[in-house]
């Protein structure tokens, strides 16, 4: 996914993805960008700020809400704390 690529090369700060009901993320989707942002200094986890898991197969599995990829830290965990207001607060 180019949004991955614009992250890592300091076009975007922020990636955040939230998928209808029932959809599953295929990993081919996903993996090389996490690759790429990881290794410009970003970080990419689920919205609850858990790592993607790349080990079951075609899908990711377990992913919390939807995904979030940031340039850095410390965006990261002001996004996964906004996340969780947001939430917490909306009653779903």
Same mark, same amino acid.
């Given at each position: 996914? #180019?949004?991955? =690529?614009?992250?890592?090369?300091? /076009? !975007?700060?922020?990636?955040?993805?939230?998928? $209808?009901? &029932?959809?599953?993320?295929?990993?081919?989707?996903?993996?090389?960008?996490?690759?790429? #942002?990881?290794? =410009?200094?970003?970080?990419?986890? /689920? !919205?609850?700020?858990?790592?993607?898991?790349? $080990?079951? &197969?075609?899908?990711?599995?377990?992913?919390?809400?939807?995904?979030?990829?940031?340039?850095?830290?410390?965006?990261?965990?002001?996004?996964?704390? !906004?996340?969780?207001?947001?939430?917490?607060?909306?009653?779903?």
């Amino acid at each position: 996914m #180019v949004k991955y =690529a614009a992250i890592a090369r300091g /076009d !975007a700060e922020v990636f955040i993805k939230f998928a $209808r009901s &029932g959809y599953k993320e295929k990993i081919w989707d996903h993996a090389a960008g996490v690759v790429i #942002v990881e290794e =410009a200094g970003g970080v990419v986890t /689920d !919205a609850g700020g858990s790592p993607l898991d790349f $080990r079951w &197969g075609l899908y990711l599995k377990g992913l919390d809400r939807g995904i979030i990829a940031c340039s850095g830290p410390i965006l990261h965990d002001k996004i996964i704390g !906004a996340v969780y207001a947001s939430w917490d607060s909306s009653n779903l």
